[in-house]
């Protein structure tokens, strides 16, 4: 009991310092002098750290390191909470927005999946668009991650929360010998890259509000716009090329881009065999794309193809979600092999959602390996990857979340089919919620949004989204008997 209660004192702890967030919309609003939006994120600012400080005050005694547990029951308690507290601007502004659509908007925002509800982007106060992709950029690298660097400082260990919510082998290798360290040095990599994504857009042409919004979910890769056309509205190759590079550098493993920092070698990246993975597969569904679109006749220039499918192919593929054309028209290859790559193709450690590519570098290993011990059964033959040995159980904690995560989109899949929506509709919105892309095919497909589902509908998309940030583990253990003894 006393560490639940040490449970809800860290998320009071966490809405209060959360409720700072609000300052960036609050600084737009002054500067377009929209005293409307100033005063309503005031407003959702003083409610969010109310509410924060309530459930600090009620528990301030309740003080403890906490356990593994008690690290998930946080981990989904704030990522459920925040985005419920981040509604309180749209709520404000947007006339007749249900709270299901609200929080359907700023759980995607926050697990970086870009679905949305909302049209009329373009015309959207600044500092909502502002507030939308900062949500975006926050959640990209981690809320849990700042939460590392912060707890620590409130009197609460922090190492349960990494480990609990960060994926891959970034849950086990430490950068530098305190969490806190490490957490801040990664914010302080991905702040740097965000600030020269920024610079880079504006010098591309965009304006200034559009240069941030964009910079931030693509860095998040979260794929909000603020046009409803989203990146098809500036037809510009060169910013399409911008967004591009700084995509792929959002799909790498931040730890990497912390290493080459440190090292001040570029070699890193070579010795990066998820990176090279990921970048090698990507690319060249780039261009066999581009050739298979080219020789359907769907661009009569192989430039314009490759155009296209380059940004269209790494939008989907590292999970941001932007759209340049409305790929849902192209031969249905194209567009399904880009929901296969935004399964796999993202480092753990980055931005991006899905299995993540070490995780199916392992499976491919495995699989060889069963090949080799169906000929050879005497034969020791270890699981290697980048040299490094991986152990069985490592090997048998990726079968489990294999098994897991494709028995949630087949669950998930059904309920919605049983709600009435077609296959490919259903299938594909549980994909992109499950691994955080945003746009899917059918009526939730690039040139439309997800405002058609019914409030049970976007509820399932909802929690798909929140599994799949979460890496499905940290959610399902909840809901299992075990978790809840003593």
Request: hydrophobic share 55%; with cysteine.
């Amino acid at each position: 009991m006393k560490r639940t209660l040490t449970v809800i004192r860290a998320l009071g702890l966490m809405l209060m310092v959360f409720s700072l967030a609000y300052v960036m919309p609050v600084v737009t609003a002054l500067i377009y002098a929209d005293h409307i939006m100033l005063l309503d994120f005031l407003l959702a600012m003083i409610w969010t750290a109310a509410f924060g400080c309530l459930m600090w005050m009620a528990t301030r005694r309740c003080k403890g390191e906490l356990s593994v547990r008690h690290g998930y029951l946080l981990v989904a308690a704030m990522w459920t909470a925040m985005p419920a507290m981040a509604t309180l601007p749209l709520l404000l502004v947007i006339p007749g927005l249900s709270f299901t659509d609200a929080y359907f908007e700023t759980m995607s925002a926050m697990t970086t999946t870009g679905s949305t509800v909302l049209t009329g982007l373009d015309n959207l106060p600044p500092a909502l668009n502002i507030w939308r992709h900062e949500l975006n950029w926050l959640g990209g690298l981690g809320v849990i991650v700042l939460a590392v660097a912060v707890l620590p400082l409130l009197g609460i260990g922090g190492r349960q929360l990494f480990k609990a919510e960060t994926p891959g082998p970034m849950k086990d290798s430490a950068l530098t010998p305190r969490i806190a360290d490490t957490a801040r040095n990664l914010w302080a990599v991905y702040l740097v890259i965000t600030l020269a994504c920024i610079g880079t857009l504006k010098w591309a042409g965009m304006s200034w509000l559009d240069a941030v919004c964009h910079a931030f979910s693509a860095m998040g890769l979260g794929g909000f716009s603020t046009h409803d056309a989203s990146v098809g509205y500036f037809n510009s190759p060169l910013i399409e090329f911008v967004l591009i590079v700084f995509m792929l550098f959002a799909v790498v493993n931040f730890a990497t881009h912390f290493l080459v920092w440190r090292s001040r070698s570029l070699g890193v990246y070579l010795r990066d065999v998820e990176a090279q993975a990921a970048l090698g597969l990507i690319l060249l569904s780039c261009l066999g794309i581009a050739f298979f679109l080219w020789w359907n006749g769907i661009y009569t220039e192989l430039t314009t193809a490759l155009r296209h499918a380059s940004f269209n192919v790494v939008s989907i593929a590292t999970s941001s979600g932007y759209a340049s054309v409305d790929y849902a028209q192209w031969p249905i290859f194209a567009p399904l092999w880009m929901m296969f790559l935004t399964a796999i193709a993202a480092s753990s450690g980055s931005t991006g959602g899905g299995i993540k590519m070490i995780r199916t570098l392992v499976l491919v290993k495995q699989a060889g390996r069963e090949f080799v011990k169906l000929l050879h059964p005497s034969a020791v033959n270890p699981l290697k990857i980048g040299g490094s040995v991986i152990p069985n159980g490592v090997v048998f904690s990726v079968l489990g979340f294999i098994f897991l995560y494709f028995m949630t989109i087949a669950t998930l899949t059904f309920i919605l089919l049983i709600s009435g929506m077609d296959f490919i509709s259903a299938f594909t919105a549980v994909l992109a919620s499950i691994n955080n892309c945003g746009p899917g095919l059918g009526t939730v497909g690039p040139a439309s949004n997800y405002q058609g589902l019914s409030d049970f509908q976007t509820w399932i998309c909802t929690f798909g989204m929140l599994v799949g940030r979460l890496e499905i583990f940290t959610v399902l253990i909840l809901f299992t008997p075990q978790f809840w003894r003593r």
